[in-house]
């Protein structure tokens, strides 16, 4: 067969199942498949056997170092580097990895967030080799994917309650799918995370102070051009940013990631990569993977690749999409077929995740929470923060005539067969896409829209695959023992009254408009706008209860992870006060005040000719009035973020950081734009958003 360059480089940094199957005796390769695909545990003479042939390959590949792969609280990924030498009594050298170093590692934990479970003398937290995700070589490291967790066996990571999830949700879906006579090996979430982000040049990010710091711009009045003319979108790709693209996309494929669709976002300078879609742990490493990519390779081409939600007001802000679904052995449970027996159970598991967004959307709005996500939420571009889901005209038809028990028309494709509606051809509906849906139904998949480009989008799909598997098994046990030949009834029945219950989250409608935030408060669903409105969901009674129930999170975990969440946004709004503050005292001041002594110079000047100097006497007192209140503000701002700073209970020192600190940040900035329109580019001490987004 003939070999392209791609498929030949695909994964040839990937300790594959291919790989491992030609380095491991057979014994040795049949039981650590049992591990990776049937979740047993590893026996340590395997272990030792799997890190040999593992070192030689990747001593093959060049790699000298290896490294526990893992993710913290932060949401980025966490590695620390050993290499594989050992000294021999004699002075010479020898590369070895044993197996215990496989399995597990000791990083010294004491810096990273815990939320509190962990205390600094009791700092030693466990890596723990995750044999679900494929090895990697990195930059001549041997990466090993792992589960961070405390000695106590607590999660001190993002991975760990992702796998319980999933276990939950496996454990769940084969209950309901024995009622239907099928018996899977394996129950799998597929997760396909579309990936926003912006590219800028070196020289503008190094101009601004905001952007290195913080990764948005603090400042900067409106461009003379956003994106209304709609030209960036799907345009052409300039050329170097299709250099960086193709780079990228090398470097992703010979790590396995399976990069698929690139093109031009809606703002200037925005850009979207989506992959095919993996397992969801598999998914969510190769997304963690593939942003660090993007940051480090940008530079190689005079680029710095920025991934906050919101690096620029007035144009689009950067998401990620999590399209979801649920596949028994491969086959997707959410694809809607026209065998009656098929259509049931497709019907039973679209209810199961209608239920579970309806019942969980504080924790859904929850999981998306950030600083950086609440710029972008609510905004003319992305979900609101009220969660509702979007199924189409055809599916929602269905489901209205279940509701009402009324038998649809053959045009709709919704005749009723046994009691089942027949859905074929759905998938083909392609006449609505609705944009401006929280969580939409796309065919054969579920699309979370809210999720924010730099998340970590393991929290969002623990809390769906946890809220799947509980309806799941709510399905599960009210059905275990009906009868076969009331099997359908009982299922159908089920199915309505769940329905019934759930309609209020369903809402094809436009998302963005008010009517919908007025409606959605009729209806009873939950409104958080804001990241300290929406975090102590995570801890209300029900919650933990319900984390507790499917062994995702235990009480001390949910709590922890509260705290470190509440923390990180306090934290993030002080460093951004504090770069507003240095940036105006130590730029936008001194240049407003050099710019308008040169105009009061020049008016001096003027007057004493005899000439009136009306329009510099004008820009030299409005300039005169910004700096004063510029001056003023910046003071109220530092003493409000010092005062933030002193209160100790997370959940009011947030409402202090939003209310108190943000306010003002809002109000500077608008000062400081203000100036920035008047001021001559000769005194403007940062590049214009003008200069950022189309000079480039
Ligand atoms: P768009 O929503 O922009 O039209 P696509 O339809 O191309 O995007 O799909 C977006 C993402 O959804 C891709 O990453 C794709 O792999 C993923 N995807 C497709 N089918 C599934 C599925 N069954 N489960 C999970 N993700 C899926
Ligand atoms: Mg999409």
């Not at 980025?76 to 004699?90: A, N, P, Q, V």
């Not at 607590?154 to 799918?177: C, F, G, I, N, Y």
């Not at 599916?395 to 046994?418: E, F, H, P, Y």
């Not at 000719?609 to 030299?620: M, N, S, Y």
């Amino acid at each position: 067969m003939l070999k392209n360059r791609v498929s030949e480089e695909f994964g040839s940094l990937v300790f594959t199942d291919l790989v491992m199957q030609e380095r491991l005796p057979k014994p040795t390769y049949k039981e650590l498949s049992k591990v990776i695909h049937e979740g047993r545990a590893l026996d340590l003479s395997i272990a030792n056997e799997v890190a040999h042939a593992m070192k030689e390959w990747a001593l093959e590949k060049g790699a000298t170092h290896f490294t526990h792969w893992f993710q913290p609280l932060t949401g980025i990924t966490s590695e620390k580097h050993d290499s594989f030498l050992t000294l021999k009594h004699d002075g010479t050298s020898l590369m070895t990895f044993s197996g215990k170093e496989l399995i597990q590692g000791e990083p010294d934990a004491s810096s990273f967030p815990s939320g509190g479970l962990r205390s600094t003398f009791e700092a030693r937290g466990y890596t723990a080799w995750d044999p679900s995700s494929p090895v990697f070589i990195k930059d001549e490291v041997l990466c090993i994917p792992t589960a961070f967790i405390s000695y106590t066996g607590e999660a001190l990571d993002k991975k760990t309650p992702l796998l319980r999830s999933m276990v939950a949700l496996d454990t769940q879906a084969k209950r309901v799918l024995a009622l239907f006579g099928k018996k899977p090996v394996r129950v799998a979430t597929m997760v396909g995370p579309e990936q926003e982000y912006f590219l800028i040049r070196e020289e503008d990010y190094a101009a601004r102070p905001d952007l290195i710091l913080t990764g948005r711009t603090l400042f900067g009045c409106a461009p003379s051009k956003g994106q209304e003319l709609e030209e960036h979108y799907f345009g052409a790709i300039r050329p170097t940013v299709n250099e960086f693209m193709k780079e990228l996309d090398d470097e992703l494929w010979k790590l396995g990631v399976p990069a698929k669709t690139k093109h031009n976002e809606a703002a200037p300078c925005q850009h979207e990569l989506a992959p095919i879609y993996e397992e969801g742990s598999i998914a969510i490493d190769n997304n963690l993977l593939t942003m660090e990519k993007m940051r480090l390779l940008a530079s190689r081409h005079g680029l710095v690749c920025l991934q906050h939600e919101r690096p620029f007001e007035y144009v689009n802000g950067s998401g990620k999409h999590n399209n979801w679904s649920v596949a028994a052995d491969s086959k997707n449970l959410l694809d809607p077929s026209d065998s009656p027996e098929e259509n049931l159970q497709f019907l039973v598991f679209l209810t199961c995740v209608i239920a579970a967004v309806d019942d969980h959307a504080d924790l859904l709005r929850a999981s998306v929470a950030s600083a950086g996500n609440d710029h972008r939420l609510g905004a003319n571009e992305a979900p609101p923060a009220i969660i509702s889901v979007f199924l189409g005209n055809d599916l929602s038809g269905i489901v209205k005539a279940l509701i009402d028990g009324t038998t649809l028309c053959s045009a709709n494709r919704a005749t009723m067969d046994l009691g089942v509606p027949q859905l074929a051809d759905i998938t083909q509906d392609t006449t609505d896409r609705n944009r401006t849906s929280a969580f939409a139904f796309t065919g054969n998949k579920f699309e979370f829209r809210m999720c924010g480009s730099q998340q970590n989008l393991s929290d969002s799909n623990t809390v769906l695959n946890t809220a799947v598997a509980e309806q799941l098994d709510a399905f599960a046990s009210a059905l275990a023992d009906v009868p076969a030949e009331k099997f359908v009834e009982q299922a159908m029945s089920w199915i309505k009254a769940s329905l019934t219950e759930h309609e209020r989250v369903i809402f094809d409608g436009n998302g963005y408009s008010e009517e919908w935030a007025a409606e959605a408060q009729k209806r009873g669903l939950p409104n958080y706008p804001t990241t300290p409105d929406a975090l102590p969901c995570i801890v209300r009674p029900e919650n933990i209860a319900f984390f507790a129930k499917y062994g995702v999170l235990n009480e001390s975990e949910v709590r922890a992870r509260y705290v470190s969440y509440a923390e990180q946004y306090s934290k993030l709004i002080n460093i951004e006060a504090n770069t507003m503050s240095y940036m105006v005292r130590h730029m936008y001041l001194p240049a407003l005040i050099d710019y308008s002594k040169d105009i009061a110079t020049g008016v001096a000047t003027k007057l004493e000719l005899g000439l009136k100097a009306r329009a510099e006497k004008q820009l030299v007192e409005r300039l005169t009035g910004g700096i004063d209140a510029i001056f003023d503000t910046v003071d109220a701002l530092e003493k409000a973020n010092a005062a933030a700073g002193t209160i100790v209970d997370p959940e009011q020192q947030n409402y202090a950081y939003r209310d108190e600190v943000l306010a003002r940040m809002e109000h500077l900035r608008n000062l400081v734009d203000t100036m920035e329109q008047l001021c001559s580019h000769d005194f403007w001490p940062v590049p214009s958003y003008n200069k950022i987004l189309f000079y480039i």
